[in-house]
Each structure stands twice: as C-alpha cells, then as structure tokens.
C-alpha cells in the first residue's frame, strides 16, 4: 500500500503570497493532521481533520486554513505568507481520532519564503 | 512552554551497545506516548507507541517505558545498529485532544560502526 503523500515536494514563494498544500492519506484513514517543523525543533501541530470536518486546532494565526475532501485527501492553505511561514510542512494520517493510533507521516512539503 | 522535552540534542553510541534516549513531559493529562524516527529528506517514521495504562512496551529491539510519577519516558534501542542513526522524536497526546501530537526537540543519535 502507498503511504502518505504529499505535493508538491518543495515550494519557493514571495512574502504576501498564498500557498496550496495538498496531502493524500493512506487508504482507509480518514484522519489527517498537519505540522509545521522548523529546523532544530520538533513538528508543531496546526490542524486535524477527521471525516472531513476540523476536529482540532493548534495556535497558528487565521492565515493557516485547511479542508478535507470526500476521499479524505486534504489541503492546508497559508495566506500573506511571512519570512517565518518557511518550514517543512507535514501531513500525517491515522486510522481513528482519538489514541490508540499511530501518525503516518508523508515526506513533507519544504516551504521557503524569500 | 515545551510540554514534552527531550534535553538530549545528541547521543553517540557504539554499534552493538544499547541506545537510551530520554523525554520529559509536564503535562499530567497526557496518556499516550510515541516515538518517531526521522531520516533527513523524509517524514517522521512510527516507531513505537505506550498507553498511560502500561510501563513498559517493546517491539523487537526497540522498548519504550514510561515512569509516570516522574512524568518520564525513554526509548532503548538494543543492540544498536548503524541504520539507526536518525533523529529521534518523543509525542504525546492526550484523550479527547483531537489527535494533537506535542513533540519535543528531539535527540540525534550516530551509531558508530
């Protein structure tokens, strides 16, 4: 079976710029969750979505938004992107919503912001 | 404020011996923890998991336990090999937390040959 995937694989944008991410979850999850990792620290958490509606929000400002879709494959959108947006952006799926559960990580997304 | 610390940047080990990698965390809330592997160009990979409800759980050569009045985990890796060297990322959540996962800084671990 495929795992996650993630497009596109690395993304240089402008400061006020939008920006589209796009995740596919591995087939039967119907959660996604997406992170933010800067370099040196650990992935920060930013949103879950279980079928299809957001169940959890981390602290990022309203600039961050994302959606899933029917087939469960899902989008983050940062809008008025700012020097400190450039991160590797994760997506992760996981069969339930709630523990027992593992994350599945795709390969990410590397987001730079000149 | 870092809910889940690991104060370790780095660990070096000999190949063969054991590994231990350390995590804290400060949030008595939490009741499932995960260990993540990360190579450099790659997503975090699942290594292993323990509920609340246990102290220790192991999966080949890999264990994790978890010291819940100390709010302490660890991560031994026996007999360490090579291939394991990566970054090492302790998680937490906790029940009715929508599936947030609080990672630490994480530990680089070499294995020498």
């Known amino acids: 079976d495929a795992g996650v995937t993630q497009s596109p694989t690395h993304l240089i944008k402008t400061r006020g710029q939008q920006v589209t991410l796009r995740c596919s979850p591995i087939?039967?999850?119907?959660?996604v969750s997406w992170y933010q990792q800067v370099l040196g620290q650990g992935p920060q958490f930013i949103f879950q979505y279980y079928e299809k509606e957001e169940r959890g929000r981390g602290n990022f400002p309203d600039r961050f938004s994302a959606r899933q879709f029917p087939n469960y494959s899902s989008e983050l959108n940062v809008n008025a992107l700012l020097l400190g947006d450039s991160a590797l952006y994760l997506c992760?799926?996981?069969?339930?919503?709630?523990?027992?559960?593992?994350?599945?990580f795709g390969p990410g997304t590397r987001l730079t912001v000149t | 404020d870092q809910q889940v610390k690991q104060n370790s940047p780095s660990l070096s080990v000999q190949e063969g011996r054991i590994s231990i990698l350390n995590c804290d965390y400060t949030?008595?809330?939490?009741?499932?923890f995960l260990w993540y592997k990360k190579y450099p160009a790659e997503g975090p990979t699942f290594l292993i998991s323990?509920?609340?409800?246990?102290d220790k759980n192991e999966d080949g050569r890999f264990t994790v336990f978890l010291n819940k009045s100390a709010k302490h985990l660890s991560l031994h890796i026996v007999p360490s090999q090579p291939g394991d060297s990566a970054v090492y990322f302790c998680?937490?959540?906790?029940?009715?937390?929508?599936?947030?996962?609080?990672f630490g800084q994480g530990t680089t671990l070499q294995v020498k040959p």
């Open positions: 992760a799926s996981s069969l339930f919503r709630y523990p027992p559960y593992e994350q599945y």
């Open positions: 323990i509920s609340s409800i246990k």
């Open positions: 087939s039967g999850h119907k959660s």
């Open positions: 949030n008595s809330m939490f009741d499932y």
């Open positions: 998680a937490a959540s906790a029940t009715g937390n929508t599936g947030k996962l609080i």
